[in-house]
């Protein structure tokens, strides 16, 4: 046989099996897209997922809770994460999604560590994100100017944060950013911000955590509405999910990431919770 033949044949046989192997692991592609305040649990938990099933393929992105919704409803992704119910949002039809509750998340204001301040009432922190109160020093703290720095329009982190504390009033025009990341490293970095975060974002000691009326912004204070600014993680699917996407949103509500992952990344597990609240934001005492 010819040199040349022989080096032919010894590539179709080192390339046929590759292309078999191949073949056997085709991937069946998950997308899931929206809150960012969500995207910490669900990227771990998609990490976990593909070690056990490695012919999953699971894509996390964020882009707020708005995107989620839109772009599931649209049928553009498998799975829309978002903070907020369907039903609130502006041309999202919620009878056409599948809504599957997965986390409890806590939102905490924050601000650059030199503002001296530690604990604003609610109608202080009202009165700072409507433009009323413009200095720290009217609320105890350094001469300062405030600066607010807003989530983008679209995020269910601002929506819940204007739903609870501003009752309706408009926020006063500030800077707007997209991710709970982008947020914490702005006020970690500019004297005189404020802002507000999820609770798995909140692990910076370079930022100050803000109680309200002298509650503490932790976990353990989120069941029974103690600190009230929190709200349900909600995966949402167009209809009935398919095989792969049922799988794994069986996998974020099982008793091992509900019990260990959840609470690890700084969620609660919504079976902790005493209290339930609805679209409206009217809580209700859960029964024993």
Known sequence: MRKENVSKLLVVLLVVPLFLVGCGQSKEKITIV???ALQPLIEQAGNDYHLAHLDSNIVVQGGGSGTGLSQVQAGAVQVGTSDVFAETQKGIDEKKLQDYPVAIVGIVPIANKGVGVKNLSK???AAIFTGKITNWRQVGG???PIIVINRSRGSGTRTTFE?????GKDAVNSQEQDSNGTVKKIV????GTISYISFPYANDENIQKISINHVQ???KNIPTNKWSLWSYEHMYTKGKPNKATAKFINYVLSKKVQRDLVPKIGYLSIHEMKVSRDSENKVTKLGN
């Open 123 to 125: 109608k202080q922190l």
């Open 188 to 191: 970690n970095s500019t004297p």
């Open 163 to 167: 739903d609870l504390i501003l009752n």
């Open 142 to 144: 350094k001469n300062l």
């Open 34 to 36: 929206g809150s960012s």
């Open 217 to 219: 912004p932790v976990n």
